[in-house]
């Protein structure tokens, strides 16, 4: 019988952490799970739709002592993980203790399993890369609905691998919708649990999928618009400056001022 008393914000997912660590849980991110001393709460986090969102928990995180992993796309229409503001997020994730690893669209994958296995490889090492500490899991979006995949040979460990759900209780929170159980009464049950969940569904304000959507939205079109505005000054300041900067670039370049290539 599912908790009714487990809310989807903040405070709800801090009460799971609260009653795990009073219980004696260990509780750490995927790359450690295997060799995990019992009772254990590994912590996994696919971040489908706002690395705000997710930072804001992984702080969370951080304050209670726990570490966890976040799952960071390369190919999210809501977010560029390349882009400045969100490689300080991958670096906190870390400098915060917790773990980054890749979550893989295979819907964007050529059906070449070579291509495939390349272009797994290269989002695998980019990703690495941008959070300054290697890659060492991975797992896919939405596995129910996209390809198939075998990247198990390419990371050291893949999310869904049987090492993992041999050894424990696997959980997700399943779009604020439980199946069968929650991880509160995994928890409470004493058993080792492996608890999936989406940092969207409680680190934003609004108690349905569609309010929390929405702020997401709200908050992703702030930020682009930000930027836009400040793309407008940046602009401004280019056009005033060109009458030394184009000379300055010509020169440096070994470009002729009136065209015709090198000098």
Not at 48 to 70: H, I, K, N, P
Not at 147 to 152: A, E, G, I, K, Q
Not at 178 to 202: A, C, K, M, N
Request: some cysteine.
């Amino acid at each position: 019988m599912n908790d009714v008393s487990l809310t989807f914000d903040s405070e709800g997912y801090t009460h799971v952490l609260r009653t795990a660590l009073a219980r004696g849980y260990w509780t750490g991110p995927l790359c450690e799970a295997r060799a995990a001393p019992g009772p254990a709460l590994v912590l996994r986090h696919d971040v489908d739709f706002s690395l705000e969102r997710a930072v804001a928990m992984a702080e969370l995180e951080a304050a209670l002592g726990v570490r966890s992993t976040y799952l960071v796309m390369t190919t999210s229409p809501f977010y560029n993980p390349f882009a400045p503001r969100s490689r300080e997020i991958l670096k906190r994730f870390i400098e915060l203790g917790h773990e980054v690893g890749l979550h893989w669209d295979s819907s964007s994958y050529p059906a070449d399993s070579e291509r495939a296995v390349a272009q797994f490889r290269t989002e695998r090492d980019l990703m690495g890369a941008a959070a300054g500490a290697p890659v060492r899991t991975a797992s896919q979006h939405i596995p129910t609905h996209t390809p198939l995949f075998d990247v198990s040979a390419h990371v050291e460990l893949e999310a869904y691998s049987r090492a993992l759900v041999d050894r424990y209780r696997y959980v997700s929170d399943s779009s604020m919708l439980w199946r069968e159980t929650t991880p509160l009464e995994l928890i409470q049950s004493g058993i080792d649990v492996y608890f999936l969940s989406h940092p969207i569904w409680w680190m934003s304000p609004g108690k349905s999928q569609n309010e929390k959507l929405q702020f997401a939205s709200e908050e992703l079109q702030e930020c682009i618009a930000g930027e836009m505005e400040g793309q407008k000054d940046y602009l401004k300041v280019l056009i005033a400056g060109r009458a030394k900067a184009d000379p300055a670039f010509l020169k440096r370049m070994g470009w002729s001022p009136q065209g015709g290539g090198a000098q």
